[in-house]
């Protein structure tokens, strides 16, 4: 009698611990399951989100044709805002060509203020965002041209935008809203974009520019031991050294 009673026990408190364990296993499958659910509802948002401000960058650029009425430097600013966002160096390369024709575009506009990109950089709320937003563009400029080949005819245009992006940011000379009197903006945008190359140089971009001097002798020559560029039209751009 002893014996079958210590046997019931002992079963009972298996039977338990069995029914306990099932249940920590079946909590934890439900667990499993709920931050399984999670992960693919966040993906399957994130890539629906995705898909959106790429639709929206795209209708952007398409309405933006040469005939238009030429966006404002906020627009252009918004717009490549949402592109660095998300932005994946092979997806969106024809998107990012886009926004760097759109800026130097509005750079070339007469008499409108409110057009040109820079001037966002004279905002009090903006010139924080806008140096960011200018030092990823820049930057993503020399991670294509270490991807360009020159003997390709569209790799080649591509290569004389990039470079062009390079020089207008990083030198005031040719910003139009510093004529006049806008004259005594220069030395802080000066200084901005002495930030902005201490930026690019931090990141290897000078490793960047000899590549360049390599693939096109015609377009560009640089000279290491002064910082100085070189274009085929006979203008220089002096890229100094700077740290901040």
């Known amino acids: 009698m002893f014996t079958l009673s210590q046997t019931s026990r002992a079963w009972f408190i298996d039977r338990a611990r069995q029914a306990r364990e099932e249940r920590l296993v079946q909590k934890e499958r439900e667990r499993a ?16 989100l995705q898909r959106e401000i790429r639709r929206e960058i795209d209708d952007f650029f398409k309405a933006d044709d040469p005939g238009s009425t030429k ?43 409110k057009v040109w990109y820079v001037s966002l950089a004279c905002s ?8 960011k937003q200018i030092k990823s563009i820049l930057w993503y400029c020399c991670e294509f041209l270490k991807q360009l080949k020159p003997e390709i005819l569209q790799d080649s245009r591509l290569i004389t935008l990039y470079l062009t992006m390079l020089v207008t940011f990083t030198d005031t ?16 945008m000066n200084h901005i974009c002495a930030n902005v190359m201490g930026h690019l140089n931090q990141h290897g971009f000078y490793s960047v520019l000899q590549r360049c001097d390599g693939l096109l002798p015609d377009l560009v020559s640089y000279v290491p031991h002064n910082n100085l560029v070189r274009w085929s039209d006979g203008r220089c751009h002096d890229w100094q050294l700077s740290q901040y």
């Open 71 to 113: 966006r404002s430097a906020l627009c252009i600013f918004k717009i490549a805002r949402k592109l660095l966002f998300l932005f994946r160096i092979k997806e969106d390369n024809e998107r990012f060509e886009k926004l760097c024709r759109s800026i130097l575009s509005s750079m070339d506009a007469e008499n409108e203020p």
């Open 173 to 188: 000379s040719t910003w139009k809203i510093l004529r006049g009197k806008g004259e005594s903006l220069r030395p802080a």
């Open 33 to 48: 399951a709920v931050v399984i659910q999670a992960h693919v509802r966040s993906f399957l948002y994130r890539s629906q």
């Open 124 to 131: 009090k709320d903006l010139t924080l965002l806008w140096i």
